[in-house]
């Protein structure tokens, strides 16, 4: 639906998650045609079951199309994969919710204050310590957050003092965006200071949106992705703060 129908005039609703044990694009188109062993094992996966509860959801709340990084870019292909990522901030600005599920969350409150059983990700729920889910925080206007059971524990405006808390993104931020802001580059930087990603790359990919600049992705360049972004950074910015990274 993002590269066929305008982002900007298409309701839809867009997931924000911790990755584990998923379905990729190519699994979900051809899952009719596999073999039935193959099958079972693939919609017996938490990221099947994410996949159908996310559209439960979105069906509930009458949208008709939701998209989720995992099955809706085809990653066999690096132009689709680059294409996607460079338009990742973009097209969780425009959906009209973003459903954040955190699935170390257990209770049907939100967390206010932090725990030992998160003791790996800072005491705080997974998906706060990640990388792409900074932007996928921030883009967004809507944002409803789901514990592991897919109910809904609050939404962004809402929680907002508490998300500071946790994030230390200042609340205007997170109610009303980036747009207008007088923001340095070291302090959206150090939003991101904590959190980890999977491939060395998202560190510096998964940045992109919050400083409005698009880079080709190669991955296997390693800490090269980093200096490039900085790269980007300088051509659109004068603030100096950036050599502070």
Request: with cysteine; net charge negative; glycine share 4%.
């Amino acid at each position: 639906v993002l590269k066929e129908l305008n982002d900007k005039a298409t309701d839809y609703a867009i997931l924000s998650h911790r990755w584990g044990t998923e379905v990729s694009y190519e699994e979900m188109v051809g899952l009719t045609k596999m073999e039935e062993q193959e099958r079972e094992e693939v919609i017996h996966r938490d990221g099947y079951q994410k996949i159908i509860k996310s559209c439960e959801r979105a069906m509930k709340d009458k949208y008709k199309w939701l998209w989720i990084d995992t099955c809706c870019i085809d990653k066999r292909s690096s132009a689709e994969l680059s294409e996607a990522i460079n338009a990742m901030y973009r097209w969780y600005q425009n959906a009209q919710v973003c459903y954040a599920y955190l699935n170390d969350v257990d209770e049907s409150v939100f967390p206010t204050k932090q725990d030992e059983k998160w003791v790996k990700s800072n005491c705080w729920p997974e998906w706060f310590m990640r990388g792409w889910t900074l932007q996928e925080l921030i883009a967004p206007k809507q944002v409803e957050f789901f514990n592991k059971d897919w109910v809904p524990i609050g939404n962004k405006q809402r929680l907002a003092p508490t998300l500071t808390d946790i994030t230390e993104i200042p609340r205007d931020v997170l109610t009303h965006g980036l747009a207008g802001k007088r923001l340095s580059v070291a302090q959206i930087m150090s939003w991101a200071a904590y959190r980890e990603t999977t491939r060395e790359e998202d560190r510096a990919y998964s940045l992109m949106g919050l400083f409005g600049v698009t880079m080709p992705m190669v991955y296997g360049e390693g800490k090269n992705a980093f200096r490039r972004l900085q790269l980007e950074i300088i051509k659109e910015t004068s603030d100096h703060s950036i050599f502070a990274w």
